[in-house]
C-alpha cells in the first residue's frame, strides 16, 4: 500500500498524494478477497487511477452519461412491466403481477462491484459523511456535489444474504400489520352494548384512527365510539388484547374488562366461536419489530459511512442529523401554541380534552361549493385523461408559469387512465417523460379525481424540472421525498382556483393551518417513540419481545407525560406507539413530521414570491444536495418547524377575532 501510494506519486506528482492515499483506502474498505490478491489489487490501481484532470474529467462524464442510461432504461423497463397492473387495461392476468413485481435492477451494485466498476468509482471520486456533506458542502462547487453523489452509489456493499434476510423481515411484518383487523361489531363499549355497525373491519392503525377522526361528525355517539377504540388501541400497544379477538368476528370482545365470548350476533359467514379464552397476544408486535432490528443490523457491517440504521435513515436518508431532527420536533410538542389551540379545541368540542383527541379533526374548512356541483363541474370539463392532457398547459399557465415553460412542462407529461386513484411516475433520464397517472370514470372525472390529478401533476412538474433542468443528472431529484411531497401540495391546494372558481378565504387557509399544527404535534410525539425505540434496541441487542414491549410502554409513558399529559389531563397514557408503521417501516415515522415543516416553509416562501411558476422552477432546479442547503437556497433558512409555527399563530389571530 505504501508502495503503491509512493509510486503513484512519483508517477503523477507529490500534490496528488492526498487524492491518492484517499482512493486506495477507500478502495481497501470495500477490497474482499474474491476481488483478487495483492497483485490484482496493484494493477488495478495502477490501471484506473486518473492521474490528470482531463482522465478525472473524462471518467466523471463516462459514469454520469452511462448511469442516467442504466437507470433510466431500468426504470423504463419497470413502468412498461408494471403498465397493466398500474393503467386502466383490463384484467389482470397472473403473470402481470409477476411483470409487476419484478425489479431488473435488483442485481446491479453486485453486478458493479463485481465487475470493478464500482471500484473505479471509489478509487476516483470521495465517499462523504453527512457532516463533511454539512459542513463543506454550502462551499463545494457542483461538481463536486455531483462528485460526492456519485461515490455515494457504492458506498454499501451489502452481500445478498444479507438484503434477503432484510426483505424477509419485511415481508413477514407487513403481512403482520395488513391481517391485523378488528371487527368492531364484536367490540362492546364499557357496558356491553354494540356501538358500531356489522360488518365494519378497521385495520390497525390507521384505520381505528380514521374512525376515531370520522367520529366527531356524531353527535350522538361520537365520543362513545371514540372512548371504545382508544380502549382498543390502548390493548393493541400494551399486548393485553387477547390473541383471539385479532381479525375474528366469531367472538364478542370487551376491551374495558377484557372478557372474551363467543359471538352473540352474527355479521359474516363464520359464524360464532365454540369457545372463547382471553389469552393475550404474545407479544407477537415486539417479536415483529425485533426481527426488522436483527434484519436491519445485519448491514451494519457493509455500511461503513453510517454504520447502524439509524444512521443510515438520519445520515443518508433524510440528510439532517438525528440530534437536529429531534430539536426540531421537541420544539413543537414543547411549542406554548399547543396549551393555546389544545383550548381552542375543548371550546369546539364543548368538553374536556381526552387522549383520543389527539386525532381532533375538526378544523375543517367550510366549503363554498358541494361535492355534487365540483363534480359536475369537472365531468364536463374532463370527460376523459385526453381532456386533461390537452389542459395541462392552461393549468400551469394559470398557477404562474410562463406559456413556454408551460408548453415545455407539458411536452414532458403523459397522462394515462390509473387502475388505482392515481400516482405520479417520473423519469429516471432525459429522453423519457414523467407519467402522470390519473383516474377518469366512464362518466368523466369527478372532483376527488381532479384534486388528485392536480397533486400529481405538481410531483410531474417537479420530476421534469430537476431532473432536466438540473446541471448534473447525477443530482437530479430532490433532497428527499418531504420536499417533493411539499411541492405537489403546494400544487394541490390551489386546485380551485384552477376550475375557475375563488381561491379559499383567509379563515379556511387558518383552518388548514391549525389542522396541521394539530396533526404535527400528534406524530411528533409518534416520531420520537419511533426513534427512542430504535436506540433501545441497538442498545439491548439480546432482548426478547416482552423485554421491548416493557421499554416501548415505558417511552411511550415518558414522552406522553411530559409533552401531552398537561394537556389532556391524564398520565401514563400508550396511545403514542400504536402506528403500524413502527413495527414494519424502519425509522420511518419522523418524515411526517418534517413533511409538514417543510410544507410550511416553502408555502410561506411561495406567497412571498407571489406567483407559484418561476419561484417552483427555481426551487425544483436545485438537485438533490442536502435538505438544509436546498432550503436556505429556496427560502433563506434551513429546514426547521419556524415557519408551521408563525403561520399557527397567524392562524390563532384569524380564528379567534
Ligand atoms: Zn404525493
Given at each position: 500500500?505504501?508502495?503503491?501510494?509512493?509510486?503513484?506519486?512519483?508517477?503523477?506528482?507529490?500534490?496528488?498524494?492526498?487524492?491518492?492515499?484517499?482512493?486506495?483506502?477507500?478502495?481497501?474498505?470495500?477490497?474482499?478477497?474474491?476481488?483478487?490478491?495483492?497483485?490484482?489489487?496493484?494493477?488495478?490501481?495502477?490501471?484506473?487511477?486518473?492521474?490528470?484532470?482531463?482522465?478525472?474529467?473524462?471518467?466523471?462524464?463516462?459514469?454520469?452519461?452511462?448511469?442516467?442510461?442504466?437507470?433510466?432504461?431500468?426504470?423504463?423497463?419497470?413502468?412498461?412491466?408494471?403498465?397493466?397492473?398500474?393503467?386502466?387495461?383490463?384484467?389482470?392476468?397472473?403473470?402481470?403481477?409477476?411483470?409487476?413485481?419484478?425489479?431488473?435492477?435488483?442485481?446491479?451494485?453486485?453486478?458493479?462491484?463485481?465487475?470493478?466498476?464500482?471500484?473505479?468509482?471509489?478509487?476516483?471520486?470521495?465517499?462523504?459523511?453527512?457532516?463533511?456533506?454539512?459542513?463543506e458542502g454550502p462551499r463545494w462547487s457542483r461538481?463536486?456535489?455531483?462528485?460526492?453523489?456519485?461515490?455515494?452509489?457504492?458506498?454499501?456493499?451489502?452481500?445478498?444474504?444479507?438484503?434477503?434476510?432484510?426483505?424477509?423481515?419485511?415481508?413477514?411484518?407487513?403481512?403482520?400489520?395488513?391481517?391485523?383487523?378488528?371487527?368492531?361489531?364484536?367490540?362492546?363499549?364499557?357496558?356491553?352494548?354494540?356501538?358500531?355497525?356489522?360488518?365494519?373491519?378497521?385495520?390497525?392503525?390507521?384505520?381505528?384512527?380514521?374512525?376515531?377522526?370520522?367520529?366527531?361528525?356524531?353527535?350522538?355517539?361520537?365520543?362513545?365510539?371514540?372512548?371504545?377504540?382508544?380502549?382498543?388501541?390502548?390493548?393493541?400497544?400494551?399486548?393485553?388484547?387477547?390473541?383471539?379477538v385479532i381479525n375474528n368476528p366469531q367472538v364478542?370482545?370487551?376491551?374495558?374488562?377484557?372478557?372474551?365470548?363467543?359471538?352473540?350476533?352474527?355479521?359474516?359467514?363464520?359464524?360464532?366461536?365454540?369457545?372463547?379464552?382471553?389469552?393475550?397476544?404474545?407479544?407477537?408486535?415486539?417479536?415483529?419489530?425485533?426481527?426488522?432490528?436483527?434484519?436491519?443490523?445485519?448491514?451494519?457491517?457493509?455500511?461503513?459511512?453510517?454504520?447502524?440504521?439509524?444512521?443510515?435513515?438520519?445520515?443518508?436518508?433524510?440528510?439532517?442529523?438525528?440530534?437536529?431532527?429531534?430539536?426540531?420536533?421537541?420544539?413543537?410538542?414543547?411549542?406554548?401554541?399547543?396549551?393555546?389551540?389544545?383550548?381552542?379545541?375543548?371550546?369546539?368540542?364543548?368538553?374536556?380534552?381526552?387522549?383520543?383527541?389527539?386525532?381532533?379533526?375538526?378544523?375543517?374548512?367550510?366549503?363554498?361549493?358541494?361535492?355534487?356541483?365540483?363534480?359536475?363541474?369537472?365531468?364536463?370539463?374532463?370527460?376523459?385523461?385526453?381532456?386533461?392532457?390537452?389542459?395541462?398547459?392552461?393549468?400551469?399557465?394559470?398557477?404562474?408559469?410562463?406559456?413556454?415553460?408551460?408548453?415545455?412542462?407539458?411536452?414532458?407529461?403523459?397522462?394515462?387512465?390509473?387502475?388505482?386513484?392515481?400516482?405520479?411516475?417520473?423519469?429516471?433520464?432525459?429522453?423519457?417523460?414523467?407519467?402522470?397517472?390519473?383516474?377518469?370514470?366512464?362518466?368523466?372525472?369527478?372532483?376527488?379525481?381532479?384534486?388528485?390529478?392536480?397533486?400529481?401533476?405538481?410531483?410531474?412538474?417537479?420530476?421534469?424540472?430537476?431532473?432536466?433542468?438540473?446541471?448534473?443528472?447525477?443530482?437530479?431529484?430532490?433532497?428527499?421525498?418531504?420536499?417533493?411531497?411539499?411541492?405537489?401540495?403546494?400544487?394541490?391546494?390551489?386546485?380551485?382556483?384552477?376550475?375557475?372558481?375563488?381561491?379559499?378565504?383567509?379563515?379556511?387557509?387558518?383552518?388548514?393551518?391549525?389542522?396541521?399544527?394539530?396533526?404535527?404535534?400528534?406524530?411528533?410525539?409518534?416520531?420520537?417513540?419511533?426513534?427512542?425505540?430504535?436506540?433501545?434496541?441497538?442498545?439491548?441487542?439480546?432482548?426478547?419481545?416482552?423485554?421491548?414491549?416493557?421499554?416501548?410502554?415505558?417511552?411511550?409513558?415518558?414522552?406522553?407525560?411530559?409533552?401531552?399529559?398537561?394537556?389532556?389531563?391524564?398520565?401514563?397514557?400508550?396511545?403514542?406507539?400504536?402506528?403500524?408503521?413502527?413495527?414494519?417501516?424502519?425509522?420511518?415515522?419522523?418524515?411526517?413530521?418534517?413533511?409538514?415543516?417543510?410544507?410550511?416553509?416553502?408555502?410561506?416562501?411561495?406567497?412571498?414570491?407571489?406567483?407559484?411558476?418561476?419561484?417552483?422552477?427555481?426551487?425544483?432546479?436545485?438537485?438533490?444536495?442536502?435538505?438544509?442547503?436546498?432550503?436556505?437556497?429556496?427560502?433563506?433558512?434551513?429546514?426547521?418547524?419556524?415557519?408551521?409555527?408563525?403561520?399557527?399563530?397567524?392562524?390563532?389571530?384569524?380564528?379567534?377575532?
Amino acid at each position: 500500500m505504501i508502495r503503491l501510494e509512493r509510486d503513484l506519486a512519483a508517477k503523477y506528482g507529490d500534490a496528488l498524494r492526498p487524492r491518492i492515499s484517499r482512493g486506495l483506502h477507500q478502495l481497501m474498505e470495500y477490497w474482499r478477497t474474491q476481488d483478487g490478491d495483492a497483485a490484482t489489487f496493484e494493477q488495478f490501481v495502477t490501471a484506473n487511477f486518473a492521474g490528470d484532470q482531463a482522465t478525472l474529467d473524462t471518467l466523471f462524464d463516462r459514469y454520469q452519461h452511462l448511469l442516467e442510461q442504466l437507470q433510466g432504461h431500468m426504470h423504463e423497463i419497470q413502468r412498461e412491466f408494471r403498465q397493466q397492473a398500474d393503467l386502466d387495461l383490463g384484467p389482470m392476468l397472473p403473470l402481470d403481477e409477476v411483470f409487476a413485481g419484478y425489479d431488473p435492477s435488483a442485481h446491479v451494485l453486485d453486478d458493479f462491484f463485481d465487475n470493478k466498476l464500482a471500484f473505479v468509482v471509489l478509487l476516483n471520486f470521495p465517499l462523504t459523511t453527512l457532516q463533511q456533506r454539512l459542513a463543506e458542502g454550502p462551499r463545494w462547487s457542483r461538481r463536486q456535489w455531483a462528485e460526492a453523489r456519485l461515490a455515494q452509489l457504492f458506498d454499501k456493499r451489502i452481500p445478498g444474504e444479507v438484503n434477503l434476510a432484510i426483505s424477509q423481515a419485511i415481508a413477514q411484518a407487513d403481512h403482520y400489520i395488513a391481517e391485523y383487523n378488528i371487527w368492531m361489531y364484536h367490540v362492546l363499549d364499557a357496558d356491553g352494548q354494540r356501538l358500531f355497525p356489522p360488518k365494519l373491519r378497521l385495520l390497525s392503525h390507521w384505520n381505528l384512527r380514521d374512525e376515531i377522526k370520522a367520529d366527531y361528525a356524531d353527535q350522538k355517539s361520537g365520543p362513545a365510539k371514540q372512548r371504545v377504540i382508544q380502549q382498543v388501541m390502548e390493548r393493541i400497544v400494551t399486548q393485553t388484547i387477547p390473541q383471539i379477538v385479532i381479525n375474528n368476528p366469531q367472538v364478542d370482545w370487551n376491551p374495558f374488562t377484557n372478557e372474551v365470548t363467543p359471538a352473540a350476533k352474527k355479521d359474516s359467514e363464520a359464524g360464532s366461536a365454540a369457545r372463547a379464552d382471553n389469552a393475550r397476544e404474545p407479544s407477537t408486535r415486539y417479536a415483529m419489530l425485533l426481527k426488522t432490528y436483527q434484519a436491519a443490523r445485519k448491514a451494519d457491517p457493509y455500511s461503513p459511512t453510517a454504520p447502524s440504521l439509524i444512521a443510515r435513515r438520519f445520515d443518508e436518508d433524510r440528510e439532517i442529523p438525528e440530534a437536529r431532527v429531534k430539536g426540531m420536533l421537541e420544539q413543537v410538542v414543547s411549542s406554548p401554541l399547543v396549551s393555546v389551540v389544545a383550548k381552542l379545541i375543548q371550546a369546539r368540542l364543548g368538553r374536556p380534552l381526552e387522549p383520543f383527541d389527539v386525532w381532533y379533526d375538526g378544523f375543517r374548512p367550510r366549503s363554498a361549493h358541494t361535492e355534487a356541483e365540483l363534480d359536475a363541474l369537472v365531468a364536463k370539463r374532463y370527460p376523459d385523461s385526453q381532456a386533461y392532457q390537452k389542459d395541462i398547459p392552461n393549468l400551469l399557465m394559470r398557477l404562474g408559469f410562463s406559456p413556454d415553460r408551460a408548453r415545455f412542462l407539458a411536452d414532458h407529461i403523459v397522462v394515462d387512465p390509473a387502475r388505482g386513484s392515481g400516482h405520479a411516475m417520473g423519469a429516471e433520464m432525459r429522453a423519457e417523460k414523467a407519467h402522470l397517472r390519473t383516474r377518469v370514470e366512464k362518466s368523466g372525472m369527478n372532483y376527488k379525481g381532479f384534486n388528485i390529478a392536480v397533486h400529481e401533476m405538481g410531483h410531474n412538474v417537479e420530476q421534469t424540472f430537476s431532473l432536466n433542468n438540473v446541471d448534473s443528472t447525477l443530482l437530479k431529484g430532490v433532497p428527499n421525498t418531504a420536499f417533493t411531497e411539499a411541492l405537489a401540495f403546494m400544487f394541490q391546494g390551489h386546485d380551485l382556483e384552477l376550475l375557475g372558481l375563488g381561491a379559499p378565504d383567509a379563515k379556511s387557509e387558518a383552518m388548514k393551518t391549525l389542522n396541521d399544527f394539530w396533526a404535527t404535534y400528534e406524530i411528533s410525539g409518534v416520531a420520537l417513540v419511533d426513534m427512542a425505540v430504535w436506540h433501545w434496541m441497538y442498545d439491548h441487542p439480546d432482548a426478547t419481545p416482552d423485554q421491548l414491549r416493557d421499554a416501548t410502554l415505558q417511552i411511550a409513558k415518558e414522552l406522553w407525560n411530559r409533552y401531552y399529559a398537561p394537556i389532556f389531563g391524564k398520565k401514563d397514557v400508550v396511545l403514542l406507539g400504536v402506528y403500524s408503521h413502527m413495527i414494519d417501516s424502519f425509522l420511518y415515522l419522523p418524515d411526517y413530521p418534517i413533511g409538514h415543516m417543510i410544507a410550511h416553509q416553502i408555502e410561506e416562501q411561495m406567497k412571498k414570491a407571489g406567483a407559484i411558476g418561476p419561484e417552483f422552477e427555481r426551487m425544483a432546479t436545485m438537485g438533490r444536495v442536502t435538505p438544509d442547503l436546498w432550503m436556505e437556497n429556496a427560502s433563506g433558512k434551513p429546514v426547521g418547524p419556524d415557519a408551521l409555527l408563525s403561520a399557527t399563530e397567524r392562524a390563532l389571530n384569524i380564528i379567534q377575532h
